[in-house]
């Protein structure tokens, strides 16, 4: 009988652990490995960091989780992997072993790109873990006390800007409410080539809407912009202008777990895991990743390099079509392999308004060039939508529910998104340098 291993419990993992014991049948087993104790809906940091709701609100304990829905549960950090032995290596425990293993590690964050940046050693924030939330929180709250300028941003190669534009607003919106807003100028720094960007290029309104919403908010726009390095109390470019602040939260660029750099083959030169795609390895038969550890490339040529952005959906998406193609592999169900489509839908919480950003899919047609569907809305209601979707997952994640029908049917019929799709082409080759496959 198997045993799949899913190493990861955020986004992308935890839900496709639920997603692969809902389809196997009891005989397998499904492991779930994690150096976290809790599973963190990470998009819910940013309001931790500006203390407008506790730690505790966006996550939930993972040894509770799942004993409750019949997982494995390993905790650690995996070290190291065997592909020939098919094992894996978690700190100071004994070797697994595994006959699939669907790899959903998130991302490493390369604060060593930039020297000064991150809160561990350099001197910005960030909102990307649970203890950079909680560290940015404490240094926001001494800020409130002494405020100053902000600087507000992303290092050249980053993938993410999301969160930063979102940091940016709701910071301006926390200082209007006090007072302070006169005491402390905001500067946004992004390598995006424009604002409005945010790694996908063509989204209809984006770029008017985002400019237009942080000149009314009186936020200054730095694009094209390289971070070099951070000091103290300034951030230098690359032109050589040095912007002082008295609070600051770059976001880094991304890369991937430093165990799947060690494994020849496994990943790229960053440790981004290449698939096919249904999410499989292409060398490895029994290997499949999904999230932010996937390798996509950025197809636009930008003046600063960007990544790609890779959503919360589309993680979640790639992580059921990699649980559904292992249960077919598996021969526990009869179907057709999936496919995410990558059209993803990200709300953006601004304070008290916000923007919607659909891009169907991400990635263009690369013969054309063209998305099926790409467009932005700004609203209040997006402020809503989003408060209610994270309930929706706390929720979702606390009874054992990956992604279920009802969510890609609301996503359908509401925005037009179909996440899945039957995978047409031929089926992908057996094992080529894995052990034998179960099944
Ligand atoms: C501040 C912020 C706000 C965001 N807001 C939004 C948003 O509004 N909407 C949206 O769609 N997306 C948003 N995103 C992006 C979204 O959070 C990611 O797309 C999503 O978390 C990716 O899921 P994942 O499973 O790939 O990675 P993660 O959710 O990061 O999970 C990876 C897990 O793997 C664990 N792990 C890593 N290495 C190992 C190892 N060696 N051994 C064991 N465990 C390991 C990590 O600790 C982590 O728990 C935001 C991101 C950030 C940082």
New binding site residues.
Partial sequence: MANVVV???????LPAAYELRHLLPKEHTVTL????AEFTF??G??QVAFNLKPLAHVQLGLAQLAQRHNLNWVPG??TALDLSRQHLTIEGQAAIAYDYLLI????ALAWDWVPGTGPHGGYTQS??TPNHALAARQAWLAFLENPGPIVVGAAPGAG?F??AYEFALIADQELRRRGLRDQAPITYVTPEPYAGHLGVSGVKNARELTAELMQERGIEVIDNATITAVQPEAVTLADGRELPFRYAMILPAFRG?P?IRDVPGLGDDQGFIPILPTQRHPQFANIYA????VKLTQPDVTPVPIGLP??????EAMATAAAHNIAVDLGVIKASRKVPTLEAL???EFGDTGIAYIAAPVLPDPKTGQRKRSYAVRGSWVVWVKAAFEEYFMIKIRLGVGMPWYERLGLRSLFGLQLLKDFSARPEAAATGSKSLVG
Wanted: hydrophobic share 45%; proline share 5%; with cysteine.
């Fill in positions: 190493i990861g419990a955020g986004l992308g993992g490995v994690s150096d976290q990470i998009p940091l940013i950090q995996v959903a590690t998130g991302a909102v990307c993410c999301g969160p777990a165990f999904a999230g932010v550890s890779k959503s919360g959906q589309m993680a990200c709300f953006a």
